[in-house]
T-cell receptor, first 116, second 114 residues
Framework: DAGVIQSPRHEVTEMGQEVTLRCKPI?????LFWYRQTMMRGLELLIY????????DSGMPEDRFSAKMPNASFSTLKIQPSEPRDSAVYFC??????????????FGSGTQLSVL | KNQVEQSPQSLIILEGKNCTLQ??????????LRWYKQDTGRGPVSLTI?????NTKSNGRYTATLDADTKQSSLHITASQLSDSASYIC?????????????FGKGTKLSVKP
């Protein structure tokens, strides 16, 4: 199993540009999560999906952020327009059933986003 | 407010030495507590998951303890190796919540020097 796959690994863009981050979850996992990690705030949940349906997007910071999951094997996180304060590492994670009791969360390697 | 506090923020130890990382939480109601290891440039990887009734759980040289009464957990690393250099994140889950209800600590950055 290749694990959760994210692309690109690094993204450098200028303020005002559109940024699209991509994620392929582990096959068979029903839940997909998008997180943002900064030194100041640690890991923060942005949005998560169950069977391709968004369940909770209360962590999305602004309307500039949007996420989609058109099928079970692909999700995108889009920022438009991007701002320097969006600079962070964005992680995608997946889990089999989403039950918190004893189920592991599997993370991708992240996308390092720098907005100049 | 549900919070997870970790200490110390950073720690430097010599290879072969033991160390203990601390996690205090105010999450209620509590379901389980997890420790993750995050290598530089990588995503977090699960080390242990402990439920309310578990006091200790080991994964190789990593041993996690949980005191649900005092709401404290520790991660003990025995005979440290250079590959243990990473950030260690404590995560607490709300009872009845899904994986979308995890409260993350900010992590302890461990550096193991030769």
């Amino acid at each position: 199993d290749a694990g959760v796959i994210q692309s690109p690994r690094h993204e450098v863009t200028e303020m005002g540009q559109e940024v699209t981050l991509r994620c392929k979850p582990i096959s068979g996992h029903d839940y997909l999560f998008w997180y943002r990690q900064t030194m100041m705030r640690g890991l923060e949940l942005l949005i998560y999906f169950n069977n391709n349906v968004p369940i909770d997007d209360s962590g999305m910071p602004e309307d500039r952020f949007s996420a989609k999951m058109p099928n079970a094997s692909f999700s995108t996180l889009k920022i438009q327009p991007s701002e320097p304060r969006d600079s962070a590492v964005y992680f995608c994670a997946s889990s089999p059933t989403g039950k918190a009791t004893n189920e592991k969360l599997f993370f991708g390697s992240g996308t390092q986003l720098s907005v100049l | 407010k549900n919070q997870v506090e970790q200490s110390p923020q950073s720690l430097i130890i010599l290879e072969g030495k033991n160390c203990t990382l601390q996690c205090n939480y105010t999450v209620s109601p509590f379901s389980n507590l997890r420790w993750y290891k995050q290598d530089t440039g990588r995503g977090p990887v699960s080390l242990t998951i402990m439920t309310f009734s578990e006091n200790t759980k080991s994964n190789g040289r990593y041993t996690a303890t949980l005191d649900a009464d005092t709401k404290q957990s520790s991660l003990h690393i025995t005979a440290s190796q250079l590959s243990d250099s990473a950030s260690y994140i404590c995560v607490v889950s709300l009872y009845g919540g899904s994986q979308g209800n995890l409260i993350f600590g900010k992590g302890t950055k461990l550096s193991v020097k030769p």
